[in-house]
Protein backbone atom coordinates (compact mmCIF):
# COMPACT_ATOMS: atom_id res chain seq x y z
CA UNK A 1 0.00 0.00 0.00
CA UNK A 2 2.66 2.47 -0.91
CA UNK A 3 1.35 3.75 -4.62
CA UNK A 4 0.91 7.48 -5.25
CA UNK A 5 -2.23 6.85 -4.72
CA UNK A 6 -2.59 5.04 -1.93
CA UNK A 7 -1.13 8.19 -0.02
CA UNK A 8 -3.65 10.78 -1.36
CA UNK A 9 -6.33 12.36 0.34
CA UNK A 10 -9.95 12.10 -1.38
CA UNK A 11 -10.21 14.68 -4.35
CA UNK A 12 -11.78 17.92 -3.07
CA UNK A 13 -14.67 17.75 -5.35
CA UNK A 14 -15.85 14.38 -3.70
CA UNK A 15 -14.85 16.07 -0.38
CA UNK A 16 -16.91 19.30 -0.91
CA UNK A 17 -19.85 16.91 -2.58
CA UNK A 18 -19.71 14.83 0.82
CA UNK A 19 -19.65 17.95 2.76
CA UNK A 20 -22.71 19.36 0.64
CA UNK A 21 -25.02 16.39 1.06
CA UNK A 22 -23.80 16.06 5.20
CA UNK A 23 -24.58 19.61 5.54
CA UNK A 24 -27.69 19.80 2.79
CA UNK A 25 -25.94 23.08 1.09
CA UNK A 26 -26.51 24.17 -2.09
CA UNK A 27 -23.51 22.74 -3.90
CA UNK A 28 -21.47 24.92 -6.43
CA UNK A 29 -18.40 23.40 -5.81
CA UNK A 30 -18.21 19.71 -7.96
CA UNK A 31 -19.02 20.85 -11.44
CA UNK A 32 -21.40 19.77 -13.11
CA UNK A 33 -24.79 21.49 -14.19
CA UNK A 34 -28.74 21.01 -12.82
CA UNK A 35 -30.21 20.75 -16.44
CA UNK A 36 -30.63 17.62 -17.80
CA UNK A 37 -28.72 17.75 -21.22
CA UNK A 38 -30.02 17.70 -24.89
CA UNK A 39 -33.38 15.43 -24.96
CA UNK A 40 -32.13 14.25 -28.52
CA UNK A 41 -28.65 13.01 -27.43
CA UNK A 42 -29.98 11.04 -24.43
CA UNK A 43 -32.71 9.44 -26.58
CA UNK A 44 -30.06 8.63 -28.88
CA UNK A 45 -28.13 6.48 -25.93
CA UNK A 46 -31.66 5.02 -24.93
CA UNK A 47 -32.64 3.66 -28.38
CA UNK A 48 -28.86 2.63 -28.48
CA UNK A 49 -29.01 0.43 -25.86
CA UNK A 50 -32.34 -1.19 -26.89
CA UNK A 51 -31.11 -1.89 -30.41
CA UNK A 52 -28.29 -4.06 -28.95
CA UNK A 53 -25.53 -1.47 -28.79
CA UNK A 54 -23.93 -3.35 -25.72
CA UNK A 55 -21.03 -5.71 -26.54
CA UNK A 56 -16.98 -4.78 -26.69
CA UNK A 57 -17.03 -1.77 -29.13
CA UNK A 58 -13.36 -1.51 -30.91
CA UNK A 59 -10.57 -0.83 -28.44
CA UNK A 60 -10.05 2.53 -30.63
CA UNK A 61 -13.67 3.52 -30.37
CA UNK A 62 -16.39 3.20 -33.05
CA UNK A 63 -15.35 4.37 -36.73
CA UNK A 64 -18.90 5.93 -36.72
CA UNK A 65 -17.93 7.73 -33.36
CA UNK A 66 -14.34 8.53 -34.69
CA UNK A 67 -15.36 9.96 -37.83
CA UNK A 68 -17.62 12.32 -36.14
CA UNK A 69 -14.88 13.20 -33.69
CA UNK A 70 -12.46 14.48 -36.70
CA UNK A 71 -15.50 15.84 -38.77
CA UNK A 72 -16.53 17.28 -35.75
CA UNK A 73 -12.83 19.53 -34.91
CA UNK A 74 -12.57 19.69 -38.62
CA UNK A 75 -15.99 22.19 -38.69
CA UNK A 76 -15.84 23.88 -35.26
CA UNK A 77 -11.58 24.56 -34.80
CA UNK A 78 -10.46 23.59 -38.78
CA UNK A 79 -8.53 20.96 -37.57
CA UNK A 80 -7.87 17.83 -40.11
CA UNK A 81 -7.54 14.63 -38.63
CA UNK A 82 -7.81 11.34 -39.93
CA UNK A 83 -10.60 9.63 -38.05
CA UNK A 84 -8.83 6.20 -37.88
CA UNK A 85 -5.17 6.83 -37.12
CA UNK A 86 -5.28 10.19 -35.01
CA UNK A 87 -8.49 9.77 -33.02
CA UNK A 88 -9.22 7.87 -29.61
CA UNK A 89 -12.15 7.49 -27.93
CA UNK A 90 -11.14 6.59 -24.08
CA UNK A 91 -13.72 6.70 -20.95
CA UNK A 92 -13.51 10.12 -20.05
CA UNK A 93 -11.23 12.44 -20.26
CA UNK A 94 -9.77 11.18 -17.13
CA UNK A 95 -8.95 8.31 -18.73
CA UNK A 96 -7.50 10.53 -21.96
CA UNK A 97 -5.61 11.74 -18.85
CA UNK A 98 -4.08 8.73 -17.57
CA UNK A 99 -3.20 6.88 -20.58
CA UNK A 100 -1.53 10.30 -22.20
CA UNK A 101 0.30 10.77 -18.86
CA UNK A 102 1.53 7.01 -18.02
CA UNK A 103 1.98 6.21 -21.81
CA UNK A 104 3.93 9.40 -22.86
CA UNK A 105 6.34 9.95 -19.51
CA UNK A 106 8.79 7.85 -18.61
CA UNK A 107 11.02 7.68 -15.37
CA UNK A 108 13.06 10.74 -15.07
CA UNK A 109 11.68 12.84 -17.69
CA UNK A 110 10.34 16.31 -16.38
CA UNK A 111 6.95 17.13 -16.94
CA UNK A 112 5.84 20.77 -17.37
CA UNK A 113 2.50 21.80 -15.35
CA UNK A 114 1.08 25.58 -14.25
CA UNK A 115 -0.57 25.62 -11.11
CA UNK A 116 -3.06 26.23 -10.63
CA UNK A 117 -3.68 22.35 -11.91
CA UNK A 118 -6.55 19.95 -12.21
CA UNK A 119 -6.07 17.72 -9.97
CA UNK A 120 -5.94 14.51 -11.84
CA UNK A 121 -2.21 15.83 -13.43
CA UNK A 122 0.34 15.47 -10.67
CA UNK A 123 -0.31 12.37 -8.80
CA UNK A 124 -0.49 10.72 -12.48
CA UNK A 125 2.74 11.79 -13.65
CA UNK A 126 4.10 10.73 -9.98
CA UNK A 127 3.22 7.23 -10.70
CA UNK A 128 4.52 7.63 -14.29
CA UNK A 129 7.92 8.43 -12.73
CA UNK A 130 8.00 11.66 -14.09
CA UNK A 131 9.44 15.28 -12.64
CA UNK A 132 6.82 17.96 -12.04
CA UNK A 133 8.08 21.53 -13.15
CA UNK A 134 5.67 23.53 -11.86
CA UNK A 135 4.74 27.16 -13.25
CA UNK A 136 2.90 29.36 -11.06
CA UNK A 137 -0.20 31.50 -12.09
CA UNK A 138 -1.88 34.18 -10.19
CA UNK A 139 -5.07 36.00 -10.63
CA UNK A 140 -6.45 38.15 -11.83
CA UNK A 141 -5.31 37.07 -15.52
CA UNK A 142 -3.45 33.78 -14.72
CA UNK A 143 -1.13 34.03 -17.51
CA UNK A 144 2.76 32.41 -17.13
CA UNK A 145 5.36 34.74 -17.54
CA UNK A 146 7.61 33.83 -20.42
CA UNK A 147 10.63 33.43 -18.01
CA UNK A 148 9.08 31.25 -15.41
CA UNK A 149 8.65 29.26 -18.15
CA UNK A 150 11.59 29.47 -19.44
CA UNK A 151 13.46 28.46 -16.07
CA UNK A 152 11.56 24.94 -15.98
CA UNK A 153 11.80 24.03 -20.24
CA UNK A 154 15.13 21.88 -20.95
CA UNK A 155 16.11 18.73 -23.25
CA UNK A 156 15.10 16.94 -20.32
CA UNK A 157 11.33 17.94 -21.04
CA UNK A 158 9.07 15.10 -21.77
CA UNK A 159 5.65 16.03 -21.54
CA UNK A 160 3.53 19.51 -20.86
CA UNK A 161 0.52 19.61 -19.96
CA UNK A 162 -1.69 22.62 -20.33
CA UNK A 163 -5.66 23.44 -19.75
CA UNK A 164 -7.54 25.36 -21.55
CA UNK A 165 -9.78 26.76 -21.09
CA UNK A 166 -8.61 26.44 -17.43
CA UNK A 167 -10.53 24.70 -14.39
CA UNK A 168 -10.74 26.29 -12.07
CA UNK A 169 -9.27 29.46 -12.99
CA UNK A 170 -12.08 29.94 -15.86
CA UNK A 171 -9.39 31.55 -17.45
CA UNK A 172 -8.66 31.01 -21.43
CA UNK A 173 -4.98 31.23 -22.95
CA UNK A 174 -4.42 33.53 -25.75
CA UNK A 175 -2.95 32.52 -28.69
CA UNK A 176 -0.13 33.98 -28.61
CA UNK A 177 0.62 32.03 -25.06
CA UNK A 178 0.21 29.56 -27.13
CA UNK A 179 2.61 30.60 -30.07
CA UNK A 180 5.14 31.21 -27.03
CA UNK A 181 4.94 28.01 -25.76
CA UNK A 182 5.37 25.90 -29.32
CA UNK A 183 8.74 28.69 -29.18
CA UNK A 184 9.99 27.20 -25.94
CA UNK A 185 10.05 23.73 -26.23
CA UNK A 186 10.82 23.67 -30.28
CA UNK A 187 14.43 22.74 -29.53
CA UNK A 188 13.23 20.07 -27.14
CA UNK A 189 11.82 16.41 -27.26
CA UNK A 190 8.61 17.49 -25.05
CA UNK A 191 5.13 16.75 -26.32
CA UNK A 192 2.19 18.81 -24.78
CA UNK A 193 -0.54 17.01 -23.85
CA UNK A 194 -3.92 19.68 -23.75
CA UNK A 195 -6.86 19.22 -21.84
CA UNK A 196 -9.32 20.67 -23.61
CA UNK A 197 -12.80 19.55 -21.97
CA UNK A 198 -14.13 23.13 -21.68
CA UNK A 199 -13.27 24.14 -25.73
CA UNK A 200 -17.33 25.10 -25.74
CA UNK A 201 -17.88 26.26 -22.72
CA UNK A 202 -15.88 29.87 -24.27
CA UNK A 203 -17.80 33.40 -23.45
CA UNK A 204 -18.38 36.71 -24.76
CA UNK A 205 -17.52 35.66 -28.48
CA UNK A 206 -14.41 34.28 -28.11
CA UNK A 207 -13.27 31.36 -30.24
CA UNK A 208 -12.14 28.32 -28.51
CA UNK A 209 -7.69 27.50 -30.42
CA UNK A 210 -7.11 23.86 -29.84
CA UNK A 211 -3.19 22.99 -29.55
CA UNK A 212 -3.53 21.00 -32.89
CA UNK A 213 -4.23 24.48 -34.92
CA UNK A 214 -1.03 25.98 -33.52
CA UNK A 215 1.62 26.27 -35.91
CA UNK A 216 4.87 23.66 -34.09
CA UNK A 217 2.68 21.87 -31.82
CA UNK A 218 0.12 20.12 -34.47
CA UNK A 219 2.43 16.77 -34.55
CA UNK A 220 3.64 16.79 -31.10
CA UNK A 221 0.62 17.24 -29.08
CA UNK A 222 -2.71 15.66 -27.52
CA UNK A 223 -5.88 16.53 -27.58
CA UNK A 224 -7.91 15.81 -24.79
CA UNK A 225 -11.89 16.75 -25.29
CA UNK A 226 -14.87 15.42 -22.86
CA UNK A 227 -18.37 14.60 -24.23
CA UNK A 228 -19.48 15.61 -20.74
CA UNK A 229 -18.80 18.82 -21.09
CA UNK A 230 -19.84 19.53 -24.75
CA UNK A 231 -23.37 17.89 -23.85
CA UNK A 232 -23.63 18.88 -20.04
CA UNK A 233 -23.51 14.91 -19.36
CA UNK A 234 -21.15 15.18 -16.65
CA UNK A 235 -21.65 11.57 -15.72
CA UNK A 236 -21.32 9.82 -19.02
CA UNK A 237 -17.61 9.93 -19.32
CA UNK A 238 -16.69 9.44 -22.77
CA UNK A 239 -13.46 11.12 -23.63
CA UNK A 240 -12.27 12.44 -27.42
CA UNK A 241 -8.50 12.45 -28.10
CA UNK A 242 -6.62 13.60 -30.63
CA UNK A 243 -3.16 13.50 -31.73
CA UNK A 244 -0.70 12.53 -34.81
CA UNK A 245 -0.23 8.76 -35.91
CA UNK A 246 3.08 8.02 -33.53
CA UNK A 247 1.60 10.05 -30.72
CA UNK A 248 -2.15 8.44 -30.50
CA UNK A 249 -0.21 4.86 -30.48
CA UNK A 250 1.53 5.36 -27.61
CA UNK A 251 -1.71 6.65 -25.89
CA UNK A 252 -4.00 3.71 -27.55
CA UNK A 253 -1.49 0.74 -25.69
CA UNK A 254 -2.15 2.48 -22.21
CA UNK A 255 -5.61 2.91 -23.25
CA UNK A 256 -6.38 -0.71 -23.53
CA UNK A 257 -4.85 -1.64 -20.38
CA UNK A 258 -6.63 0.82 -18.35
CA UNK A 259 -10.11 1.03 -19.55
CA UNK A 260 -9.85 -0.58 -23.03
CA UNK A 261 -13.55 0.29 -24.49
CA UNK A 262 -16.12 2.80 -23.53
CA UNK A 263 -19.71 1.78 -23.52
CA UNK A 264 -20.53 1.56 -26.98
CA UNK A 265 -24.57 3.08 -26.85
CA UNK A 266 -22.84 6.29 -25.37
CA UNK A 267 -20.43 6.22 -28.45
CA UNK A 268 -23.50 5.92 -30.64
CA UNK A 269 -25.52 8.70 -28.92
CA UNK A 270 -21.87 11.10 -28.78
CA UNK A 271 -21.49 10.40 -32.48
CA UNK A 272 -25.11 11.68 -33.09
CA UNK A 273 -24.60 15.01 -30.62
CA UNK A 274 -21.13 15.53 -32.16
CA UNK A 275 -23.25 16.43 -35.57
CA UNK A 276 -25.41 18.71 -33.70
CA UNK A 277 -25.76 22.40 -35.59
CA UNK A 278 -23.58 25.59 -34.70
CA UNK A 279 -26.84 26.68 -33.51
CA UNK A 280 -26.80 24.13 -30.71
CA UNK A 281 -23.43 24.78 -29.38
CA UNK A 282 -23.99 28.71 -29.93
CA UNK A 283 -27.42 28.58 -27.55
CA UNK A 284 -25.55 26.72 -24.78
CA UNK A 285 -22.58 29.20 -24.79
CA UNK A 286 -25.19 31.91 -24.30
CA UNK A 287 -27.22 30.21 -21.81
CA UNK A 288 -24.15 29.51 -19.38
CA UNK A 289 -22.94 33.31 -20.19
CA UNK A 290 -26.17 34.15 -18.85
CA UNK A 291 -25.37 32.47 -15.62
CA UNK A 292 -22.28 33.71 -15.49
CA UNK A 293 -23.38 37.02 -15.74
CA UNK A 294 -26.44 36.47 -13.43
CA UNK A 295 -24.31 34.93 -10.56
CA UNK A 296 -21.44 37.38 -10.97
CA UNK A 297 -23.99 40.14 -10.39
CA UNK A 298 -25.19 38.88 -7.01
CA UNK A 299 -22.02 37.88 -5.60
CA UNK A 300 -20.46 41.38 -6.42
CA UNK A 301 -23.58 43.08 -4.51
CA UNK A 302 -23.13 40.16 -1.48
CA UNK A 303 -20.04 41.98 -1.32
CA UNK A 304 -17.56 39.70 -3.30
CA UNK A 305 -14.75 40.66 -5.02
CA UNK A 306 -15.07 38.45 -8.55
CA UNK A 307 -12.99 36.98 -10.75
CA UNK A 308 -13.16 37.55 -14.34
CA UNK A 309 -14.35 34.30 -16.16
CA UNK A 310 -14.01 33.72 -19.76
CA UNK A 311 -15.22 30.12 -20.22
CA UNK A 312 -15.47 26.54 -18.25
CA UNK A 313 -18.65 26.32 -15.62
CA UNK A 314 -16.88 28.18 -12.69
CA UNK A 315 -16.18 32.09 -11.53
CA UNK A 316 -13.83 33.01 -8.59
CA UNK A 317 -13.89 35.07 -5.96
CA UNK A 318 -10.74 37.00 -4.65
CA UNK A 319 -11.48 36.58 -1.07
CA UNK A 320 -8.27 38.66 -0.01
CA UNK A 321 -10.65 41.93 0.69
CA UNK A 322 -12.39 40.01 3.03
CA UNK A 323 -8.52 39.60 4.70
CA UNK A 324 -9.47 35.31 3.84
CA UNK A 325 -6.27 33.83 4.09
CA UNK A 326 -7.26 30.20 4.36
CA UNK A 327 -9.42 29.31 1.47
CA UNK A 328 -9.77 25.67 2.75
CA UNK A 329 -11.13 26.82 6.23
CA UNK A 330 -13.20 29.40 4.53
CA UNK A 331 -15.14 26.84 2.10
CA UNK A 332 -15.58 24.25 5.14
CA UNK A 333 -17.04 27.52 7.15
CA UNK A 334 -19.30 28.05 4.22
CA UNK A 335 -20.88 24.68 3.64
CA UNK A 336 -21.56 24.37 6.88
CA UNK A 337 -22.90 27.67 8.25
CA UNK A 338 -24.29 29.11 5.14
CA UNK A 339 -24.81 26.19 3.82
CA UNK A 340 -23.17 26.80 0.14
CA UNK A 341 -20.12 24.50 -1.21
CA UNK A 342 -17.21 26.06 -2.74
CA UNK A 343 -13.81 24.62 -4.21
CA UNK A 344 -11.02 25.91 -2.41
CA UNK A 345 -8.26 26.87 -5.16
CA UNK A 346 -5.59 26.49 -2.71
CA UNK A 347 -5.89 22.64 -3.47
CA UNK A 348 -5.50 22.79 -7.44
CA UNK A 349 -1.93 23.53 -6.58
CA UNK A 350 0.90 21.94 -4.60
CA UNK A 351 3.74 24.42 -3.27
CA UNK A 352 3.35 27.77 -3.01
CA UNK A 353 -0.39 27.90 -3.38
CA UNK A 354 -2.58 31.19 -4.17
CA UNK A 355 -4.86 30.66 -0.52
CA UNK A 356 -7.30 34.01 -1.25
CA UNK A 357 -9.63 32.09 -3.99
CA UNK A 358 -12.28 30.04 -4.24
CA UNK A 359 -14.27 28.56 -6.92
CA UNK A 360 -18.29 28.45 -7.37
CA UNK A 361 -20.12 26.90 -10.30
CA UNK A 362 -22.46 28.65 -11.91
CA UNK A 363 -24.22 25.66 -13.88
CA UNK A 364 -27.34 25.95 -12.03
CA UNK A 365 -31.07 27.66 -12.30
CA UNK A 366 -31.35 30.83 -11.52
CA UNK A 367 -33.60 30.33 -8.28
CA UNK A 368 -30.83 28.35 -6.95
CA UNK A 369 -27.92 30.23 -7.65
CA UNK A 370 -30.09 33.41 -6.17
CA UNK A 371 -30.76 31.36 -3.33
CA UNK A 372 -27.04 30.83 -3.04
CA UNK A 373 -26.31 34.23 -3.04
CA UNK A 374 -28.92 34.96 -0.28
CA UNK A 375 -26.83 32.52 1.78
CA UNK A 376 -23.61 34.21 0.81
CA UNK A 377 -24.47 37.52 1.66
CA UNK A 378 -23.61 36.88 5.18
CA UNK A 379 -20.10 35.12 4.61
CA UNK A 380 -18.72 38.35 2.79
N1 LIG B 1 -10.06 17.85 -17.12
C1 LIG B 1 -10.64 18.94 -16.64
C2 LIG B 1 -9.95 20.25 -16.71
C3 LIG B 1 -11.92 18.85 -16.07
O1 LIG B 1 -12.50 19.94 -15.59
C4 LIG B 1 -12.55 17.58 -16.01
C5 LIG B 1 -13.88 17.39 -15.36
N2 LIG B 1 -14.56 18.47 -15.07
C6 LIG B 1 -11.89 16.48 -16.55
C7 LIG B 1 -10.64 16.64 -17.07
C8 LIG B 1 -12.50 15.11 -16.50
O2 LIG B 1 -13.43 14.90 -17.52
P1 LIG B 1 -14.29 13.55 -17.60
O3 LIG B 1 -15.45 13.71 -16.69
O4 LIG B 1 -14.68 13.42 -19.05
O5 LIG B 1 -13.41 12.43 -17.16
N1 LIG C 1 -14.14 18.40 -13.15
C1 LIG C 1 -15.17 18.60 -12.17
C2 LIG C 1 -14.90 19.88 -11.41
O1 LIG C 1 -13.94 20.53 -11.65
C3 LIG C 1 -15.22 17.48 -11.19
C4 LIG C 1 -14.64 16.20 -11.62
C5 LIG C 1 -14.54 15.25 -10.47
O2 LIG C 1 -15.40 15.22 -9.62
N2 LIG C 1 -13.49 14.53 -10.45
O3 LIG C 1 -15.65 20.23 -10.55
Redesign the pocket.
Known amino acids: MNSVFADLPT?I??EM?QRARDNAAINL????PDDPGPEDVRRKAAEAVLDGYNQYPSMMGTPELRTAIAAHYGHHHGVTLDPMSEVLVTSGA?EALAASILGLVSPGDEVVLFEPA???YLPLIRQAGGIPRIVKLAPPDWRFRREDLARVIGPKTGLVIINNPN??AGAVWPREDLEALAAAIADTPAIVVSDEVWEHVVFDGRSHVPVLAVPGLRERSVKIGSAGKIFSL?GWKVGLVAAAPPILKAVAKTHQFLAFTTAPNLQAAVAYGLGKDDAYFAAMRLRLQGLRDHFSSGLRSAGFTVLPSAGTY?VCADLAPLGVTDDQAFCRRLVSEAKVAA?PVSAFYSGDAVRHVVRF?FAKNEATLDEAIGRLVQAA
Not at 29 to 32: C, P, R, Y
Request: aromatic residues 22%; charged residues 10%.
Open positions: TFESGQGFTYDANPTFIC
